[in-house]
């Protein structure tokens, strides 16, 4: 059997291994003082405030631009899922009052004749002639 206290990996799991359990320990003593939850909420507090301006100071920039902010584009698009639903509801409706027949492609209305055809094609002969080279 090898001698494990001279294998480097396992020397070094070990190191790992103590290092985490000793910042842990630190960690959960830092944590449960009064002092450190009273930080990070001064903390939370000031991150807050910072991306609150933040936010106000680009819906002003975005508005001297006269682009629109984050507000107003996601306001924008409910409006547009709204729109987009109305329009399903609607198109629901009409496939229903059409009936069967719709579905099938035979709604009644004739179709649209096609214009007459007024240009005809060059014949053979009067491309043969010449109508083109020098």
Do not use: C, H
Request: glycine share 10%; charged share 20%.
């Amino acid at each position: 059997m090898p001698n494990q206290s001279n294998d480097p990996a396992e020397l070094w799991r070990t190191f790992l291994a103590e290092a985490e359990k000793n910042y842990n320990n630190l960690a959960n003593q830092a944590m449960a003082s009064p002092e450190f939850s009273r930080l990070m909420n001064q903390a939370g507090g000031a991150s807050f405030g910072a991306q609150k301006m933040l936010g106000e100071m680009m819906e002003r920039y975005l508005g001297s631009m006269n682009l629109p902010s984050r507000a107003q584009l996601a306001d924008m698009g409910e409006r547009l899922q709204a729109i987009e639903a109305q329009l399903m509801e609607i198109k629901a409706m009409l496939v229903a009052s059409l009936g069967d027949a719709a579905a099938a492609g035979a709604t009644g209305v004739a179709p649209r004749p096609k214009p007459p055809r007024t240009k005809r094609p060059p014949s053979a002969a009067a491309g043969a002639a010449g109508g083109n080279g020098p």
